[in-house]
């Protein structure tokens, strides 16, 4: 059966026709913004990146006043959705009261308990801004304790933008040969310290330790590969990470800037029942607020505790992202996560349905609240199986859906949150059968 057309030329000329708002301020944007966005993912956008003026719930409305089901949801945070009340009632008790003050604040507290409560490898916490940094403090400390240089990550997966991890993130097919770090960019420093494994693949990591003896410090993995794929760990791999980890000297670190408060309130470690030695967190645990979290045992984290590893930044633990997080986390009750699940199996196996029907070969992975529309006939298990699916098609999908009011992410992960009832689904999967 040929694939299904989804008439991307009428789309986009409708499209064009009906966000000139957006297409205005996109040209503006250009004249005084480096490539007219704040971030280079998002200049992929097609026909051209949007410009949005609120949004509320499951919803998002753009400068043009079209209204969209969001399952963007920012690349992650909004796990309550836009602007939930909880969170704007505890940023507009702050607000008043400041906005940083540089110094400790009872907030900090409570979000640290909460956080300790929530996580299993929380022993202590830490906060800084972003992923990327956080990500940074959690591998400085692995080579602190272990007096180590080196540290294994997996293809596929991303831990930020710093020079150090930006390495063999979705390299292209034909540099899959090799297990050398592959720069994603131009300008970064040739030596990253990274040691290359292939996802869910025990062999590339028992090579990596043979040929690195005693120089790993860590391992670190998004405990789901969310951000090639949503692919889970297969039975039995986050066991043989902790084991060879623990076997071999080395710290093991998860990496759940998005697992993190999306599998569930514990993260994925909670959901899968492995425990790392230290982890990261971001997007979700701020409400939609810039903060990101080390979570770690006591033993680890009394380096930083001591100074001995330096953590550090103006912004951290500033109070209105821990007013945002202490809402959210009071807010996602193990009653979210159940709703969640369910909500997430109804629109995967709706689309996957829908799109069939239409002769789209297609085979969705992930959990509950993320996941992922490969549009392949065989389910992918690490990131080279992903390389198999029809990128152009699901452009032209995605082209559609935003012409029906529906909002994806470019790389085909899909975002719940909480505010998506069963009738924004519903709606959803009605405009995907009628594309
Ligand atoms: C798993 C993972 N780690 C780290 C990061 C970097 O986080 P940030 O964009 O907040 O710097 C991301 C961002 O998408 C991520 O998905």
């Not at 000329?13 to 301020?25: D, E, K, Q, V």
């Not at 903060?291 to 045992?297: D, K, Q, R, T």
């Not at 298990?381 to 992903?386: A, G, H, I, N």
Request: aromatic fraction near 8%; charged fraction near 20%; proline fraction near 5%.
């Amino acid at each position: 059966m040929n694939p299904y057309d989804f008439q991307p030329a009428a789309r986009e000329a409708r499209i064009r026709a009906n966000t000139p708002g957006s297409l205005a301020a996109y040209t503006r944007s250009q004249k005084s913004l480096a490539g007219g966005v704040s971030t280079a993912l998002r200049r992929s956008a097609k026909p051209y990146p949007m410009f949005y003026s609120h949004g509320e719930g499951a919803w998002i409305t753009d400068v043009d006043g079209n209204r969209f089901i969001d399952y963007t949801l920012a690349w992650g945070p909004l796990i309550l959705g836009h602007a939930p009340a909880t969170v704007n009632d505890a940023l507009a008790a702050q607000l008043p009261k400041g906005h940083t003050f540089g110094a400790q604040h009872a907030l900090e507290c409570e979000a640290a308990e909460l956080l300790c409560e929530a996580i299993p490898c929380a022993g202590k916490v830490a906060f800084a801004n972003s992923g990327t940094e956080i990500v940074q403090v959690a591998l400085r400390l692995a080579r602190a304790i272990t007096g180590r240089a080196l540290y294994l990550k997996f293809e596929g997966h991303y831990h930020g933008w710093d020079d150090s991890v930006l390495v063999s993130y979705k390299p292209a097919a034909a540099d899959c040969g090799s297990m050398s770090p592959i720069p994603v960019g131009t300008g970064q420093r040739p030596w990253s310290g990274a040691v290359v494994a292939r996802w869910n693949d025990r062999a590339s990591v028992a090579a990596a330790f043979a040929a690195h003896h005693g120089e790993i410090s860590a391992i670190i993995c998004e405990p789901m590969l969310c951000n090639s794929g949503c692919l889970p760990p297969l039975d039995g791999f986050l066991e043989f990470l902790r084991e060879t980890a623990t076997a071999e000297g080395a710290l093991l670190i998860f990496d759940e800037v998005i697992t993190g408060f999306r599998l569930s309130i514990g993260g994925g470690q909670a959901y899968y029942g492995v425990t790392p030695d230290l982890a990261t967190f971001a997007k979700a645990c701020g409400g939609g607020l810039p903060l990101s979290v080390l979570a770690g045992h006591d033993d680890y984290m009394s380096w930083i505790a001591e100074g001995k590893v330096v953590h550090a930044g103006t912004l951290n633990g500033n109070p209105l992202a821990l007013a945002a997080a202490v809402a959210s986390l009071r807010a996602l009750t193990p009653g979210v996560y159940t709703r969640l699940d369910q909500l997430g199996r109804v629109l995967r196996s709706g689309l996957e349905e829908a799109l069939r029907a239409k002769g789209v070969p297609v085979v969705t992975t992930g959990e509950g609240a993320v996941f992922q529309l490969h549009f392949q006939a065989e389910t992918p298990r690490e990131y080279r199986d992903t390389l198999a699916a029809n990128k152009a098609l699901y452009a032209d999908f995605l082209l559609a859906l935003l012409d029906a009011g529906v909002l994806a992410l470019p790389d085909g992960r899909w975002y719940l949150s909480a505010a998506h009832g069963e009738d924004v689904v519903e709606e959803t999967l009605r405009r995907v059968r009628g594309l």
